[in-house]
């Protein structure tokens, strides 16, 4: 009888091992350098592999469309020619793109390009003059982008006006990939494009755990953990990219209105939404806006569905009812 106990546990135990083995097994992640960052991609079900394959090939064809460091790009075609027919995806960016503008004063501005180009943050500055500034500040005040809703033609009317997607872009491509994961019959994944972050249903049954940057750590260092299902979450921080000249911090969001990079009293802000590109475009327009502005902004009717955490520089934390977080660093408190 005691053997015969025995055995039955052993029995049950290889079972259970084994299924964790087998599930483990029919999960996939790369990691590749795409959109300018580290995109990694993690699916879960017997299709992992080639989901997660197929959704490498799609984004290397969004970034052959959108990247501003391609000439035969669509965007650089567009930049140099001022007038395009534009695929499905390039046209819903620059239309997202002018929505998210219309709603934040200009503080969200694709037409940044020329300034982008001027501070050279990537390439670590210098700092430009006040006259450099000026000049294409005037480029971005006088930038009028129309659009062909049925044709999807999209013209500059001003000749000096150039685009840059790299605020909008990621969030747009998050959402691309999961609509690949999906097609291949996943039901659970995490796609992580530079920061830009989106779910697939659950994570073994649980919903998935986020940790979110601490903006005064080094990378991979979390002051909090967010709980998501199907949702994407995307945050902006002066830390990702900028260059120091003389003791000051010159980073790569800029203040379409004073052509300096953002000064708003904000060193984070995660946008939780269903609309990776809309989160992507929000959370650079609020780190612009600053907090009195940006909250005002989130709460309106329009993108009360849309969840927030914003840091200030005082380490107070703003975080939207409608979202599961929790501080797990003792430096910051809810304010
Ligand atoms: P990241 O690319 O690090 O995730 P963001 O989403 O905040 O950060 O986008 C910053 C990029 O967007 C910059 O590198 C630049 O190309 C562009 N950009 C900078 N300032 C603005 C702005 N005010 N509006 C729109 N795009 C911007
Ligand atoms: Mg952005």
Redesign the pocket.
């Known amino acids: 009888m005691k053997n015969k106990g025995i055995i039955i546990l052993i029995v049950i135990l290889a079972v259970l091992m084994g299924t964790a083995a087998v599930a483990n097994m029919f999960s996939y992640t790369a990691t590749e350098y795409a959109l ?2 580290m995109c990694t991609v993690t699916a879960y079900g017997f299709n992992s592999k080639s989901a997660v394959t197929d959704a490498f090939d799609t984004l290397k064809k969004l970034e052959a469309k959108l990247s501003v460091h391609r000439e035969t790009s669509d965007i650089s075609r567009l930049n140099r020619e001022k007038r395009a027919h534009l695929d499905e995806d390039v046209f819903n960016m620059i239309k997202t ?1 002018k929505m998210v ?1 219309d709603d934040t004063n200009g ?4 037409t ?2 020329p ?2 180009d001027l501070w050279n ?2 390439g670590g500055g210098p700092v430009p003059s006040e006259k450099e500034i000026t000049y294409r500040l005037n480029s971005i005040l006088n930038a009028d982008i129309q659009v062909d809703l049925e044709k999807r033609d999209v013209y500059f009317a001003n000749s000096d006006t150039q685009i ?1 997607l ?3 872009a ?2 747009y491509c998050a959402d691309k990939v999961a609509k690949v994961l999906e097609n291949h019959d996943i039901k659970s994944a995490l796609i992580d494009l ?3 972050v989106r779910t697939i249903g659950k994570k073994k049954g649980k919903v998935w755990r986020i940790g979110i940057q601490d903006p005064k750590k080094k990378r991979g260092e979390y002051f909090g953990v967010l709980s998501i299902s199907d949702k994407c979450v ?4 002066a830390y ?2 900028y260059f120091t000249e003389n003791g000051k911090v010159y980073h ?5 209105h004073t052509g300096y990079p ?1 000064d708003s009293g904000i060193t984070s802000v995660s946008i939780i939404a269903d609309d990776g590109a809309i989160a ?2 929000l ?3 609020v ?2 806006l600053g907090v009195s502005d940006g909250l005002a902004l989130l709460n309106s009717s329009e993108y009360d569905d849309v969840g927030y955490i914003i840091i200030d520089k005082n380490g107070k934390v703003y975080i939207s009812e409608n979202i599961d977080f929790e501080i797990t660093s003792e430096s910051y408190v809810e304010g």
Not at 252 to 256: T, Y
């Open positions: 300018d960052t793109a503008s503080a969200f501005d694709i940044v390009k300034l982008v943050i990537k840059d790299g605020g909008i990621k969030g530079g920061g830009n995307v945050t902006s921080g990702e990219r790569h969001i800029l203040d379409p953002a992507d475009a959370s650079t327009a780190y612009v």
